[in-house]
């Protein structure tokens, strides 16, 4: 049977991630969030002192930079850079930012396009990211893009973060969230965008059941 893959984009802190792994564990299939990738990449520049902005030294960083994903009996994902699982240190605002600075830089997008197409061949999968609909898996017929207010993903992100332990200020929060919007979508190559074919999910008012059961629905009636 041919692989069933459904692509997810949308802005930072919309629940496209969230979404997307209920969609895949009520299907039973792998979910690859793209956004850790580039999270590992960006983290790669901090560690190795080369600042995310700044493009050649991201290009020579580039080719030592051995990212891959795999998926535990669970279903979970793990991200390795060199050999090194580095899941659980990907998700601080340092990392955020960079990874948004890092993703702009078309050789950064093409390596990790290519894993990702990788994985989708090899599996069924949900992915979510930022070009997955435009540039990753444009041919399924399965689109969505996930999006809410501002207002609504700072408070989503406050109470993530603080999950994690971290506190952080309403105003902070959404001015970053602003900015790495404007950075997503404003980029020369691959830009966040909804193309026509694309299901425009709001999750502002909705709940991230409500959005996986249109999900799913679609897919159902499809299928
Ligand atoms: O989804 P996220 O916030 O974890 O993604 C981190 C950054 O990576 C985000 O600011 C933009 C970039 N990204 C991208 O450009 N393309 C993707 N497919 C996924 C993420």
New binding site residues.
């Given amino acids: 049977m041919d692989k069933l893959r459904i692509a997810i984009d949308g802005p930072?802190g919309a629940g496209k991630?969230t979404v997307a792994k209920y969609v895949a564990s009520s299907l039973g299939i792998h979910h690859l969030?793209?956004?850790?990738m580039?999270?590992a990449f960006g983290l790669f520049a901090l560690e190795s002192g080369v600042d995310p902005t700044d493009a050649a030294g991201l290009a020579a960083l580039l080719p030592n930079a051995n990212i891959e994903v795999t998926f535990d009996d669970e279903g979970a994902q793990h991200v390795w850079l060199n050999g090194v699982d580095r899941t659980a240190d990907l998700r601080t605002e340092a990392v955020?930012i960079a990874?948004?600075a890092v993703?702009l830089l078309p050789a950064v997008?093409d390596k990790l396009a290519a894993l990702q197409r990788a994985v989708g061949e090899k599996y069924s999968i949900v992915m979510d990211?930022?070009?997955?609909t435009t540039n990753?898996l444009p041919d399924t017929p399965y689109k969505f893009f996930v999006t809410a207010s501002v207002e609504e993903r700072a408070r989503r992100r406050i109470r993530q973060l603080r999950r994690l332990g971290q506190e952080a200020d309403f105003a902070q929060v959404k001015a970053d969230i602003i900015a790495?919007d404007r950075?997503?979508s404003d980029r020369a190559y691959m830009p966040l965008r909804r193309t026509e074919d694309t299901m425009l999910i709001d999750t502002t008012k909705i709940s991230v059941r409500e959005a996986v059961e249109r999900i799913l629905e679609v897919i159902s009636k499809k299928e």
Avoid at 33 to 36: A, H, K, L, M
Avoid at 129 to 132: F, K, L, T
Wanted: no cysteine.
């Fill in positions: 930072a991630s969030d793209t956004g850790s580039y999270r955020s990874s948004s993703s997008r990211g930022r070009d997955i990753v790495r950075q997503d």
